[in-house]
């Protein structure tokens, strides 16, 4: 039963790698054309999968030290035959910091989660990695993925985080213009300059 088990785990955590790999080529490929494909829940799913892997690998290791504690049970807090680690958990947390630091989303996410689970358990293992995400995505590039693709077009965007010199006042861009709406167009059909 252990054997198959292991061989499960094994199938299992090549199949995630895998998928890993496939959604992340795909994801950027659907981003990078002109298709409205999202990102939102390719993010959260490659987190997942990448939590999941996490969670396999710490089960693996803690099934091994559950062996190897059997004759010292008072050392392992964890009861022996039973499931310690919950790789489920390590998914939705790595699909949490996976979506924060793609996004730089925190607060807001954090809350999308503990509706998602409807668990309190889980919310400060899912702050602590949303908040590690951010901390570093804003250590490798200062914006979120969504910025990113903004500035990258070329659309006008006053971001929150960013200096701007304040040196021309309203009276210095005011002209007098036309009366209406009408007259200013008919000006600059003609080609005057308004």
């Not at 910025?147 to 002209?175: C, R, W």
Request: with cysteine.
């Amino acid at each position: 039963m252990l054997l198959v088990r292991e061989t499960l785990l094994q199938s299992a955590f090549i199949q995630l790698i895998l998928a890993l790999i496939v959604k992340l080529i795909l994801t950027i490929f659907t981003f990078g054309i002109k298709v409205p494909a999202g990102l939102f829940v390719p993010s959260l799913a490659m987190g997942a999968i990448a939590g999941r892997l996490l969670g396999i690998t710490v089960e693996g290791i803690a099934a091994s030290l559950q062996k190897s504690a059997e004759a010292h049970s008072n050392i392992w807090a964890c009861q022996v035959g039973k499931d310690c680690v919950m790789p489920g958990l390590y998914a939705m947390v790595g699909a949490a910091a996976v979506l924060g630091g793609v996004t730089r989303m925190t607060v807001s996410l954090v809350v999308i989660m503990f509706e998602l689970t409807g668990s309190l358990e889980f919310i400060v293992p899912t702050m602590v990695a949303t908040m590690f995400a951010k901390w570093i995505g804003d250590a490798i590039y200062k914006m979120g993925i969504y910025d990113a693709h903004i500035d990258l077009n070329g659309y006008p965007f006053l971001d929150n985080k960013g200096e701007y010199p304040y040196s021309t006042v309203a009276i210095q861009v005011m002209k007098p213009g036309p009366g209406s709406l009408s007259q200013y167009l008919c000006n600059l059909i003609k080609g005057h300059n308004v």
